[in-house]
């Protein structure tokens, strides 16, 4: 997934970067670094995407399942009308229409319960994705803008020193 290659990415530039001396902080290409996260939001979308798309068939998947639940039902029903002539088929009719009612509630829950939990693991593991990045990317941001100031403010401070001995 193109999405992952490019968090590796930007875990590679900062893992391989120059580090200021006396300090565990790296000097990164920023132009580079926004270009990445630029790549990593146009990504995020289709994840997105896919996660409304699993939504939307596991709405389709429940509505299907209480059609032929129904359909079921009714099938059932009708058959136990053509059969009230005789007592002992009544009562099999009966037995059969309880039989196919629970069988097809089942099926409806097991059907149900399946595409809840297929969605739900979906939804769960692109969560974690978006929340990791989300996390990285606001981690090597600071970092990075702690990195800058530390930069200019000893650029500054050398600045004053040489104006100073020019004085």
């Known amino acids: 997934m193109e999405l992952f290659t490019l968090l590796e990415t930007l875990e ?3 893992e391989t ?3 200021l001396p006396f300090s565990s902080k790296g000097i990164v290409d920023k132009e580079e670094m926004l270009d990445l996260i630029k790549e990593v939001r146009l990504k995020l979308p289709d994840e997105l995407k896919q996660a409304k798309w699993i939504k939307e068939e596991r709405q389709r998947i429940l509505v299907e399942a209480q059609k032929e639940a129904e359909g079921i039902v009714k ?3 009708n058959r136990i009308i053509a059969m009230v002539d005789e007592h002992e088929i009544t009562r099999k009719a009966y ?3 309880t039989e196919i009612i629970e069988t097809a509630n089942e099926m409806s829950r097991e ?3 399946g595409t809840k939990e297929y969605a739900d693991s979906i939804l769960s593991s ?3 994705v978006l929340a990791g990045t989300l996390e990285k990317l606001g981690s090597n941001m600071t970092e990075a ?3 800058m100031q530390i930069s200019l403010e000893d650029t500054i401070k050398t600045i004053q020193n040489s104006r100073n001995e020019l004085k």
């Open 12 to 14: 590679e530039i900062l």
């Open 95 to 97: 037995d059969q229409k």
């Open 75 to 77: 099938e059932a029903e």
């Open 126 to 128: 692109t969560q974690d």
């Open 111 to 113: 059907i149900s319960k």
């Open 145 to 147: 803008l702690n990195l």
């Open 17 to 19: 970067s120059r580090n």
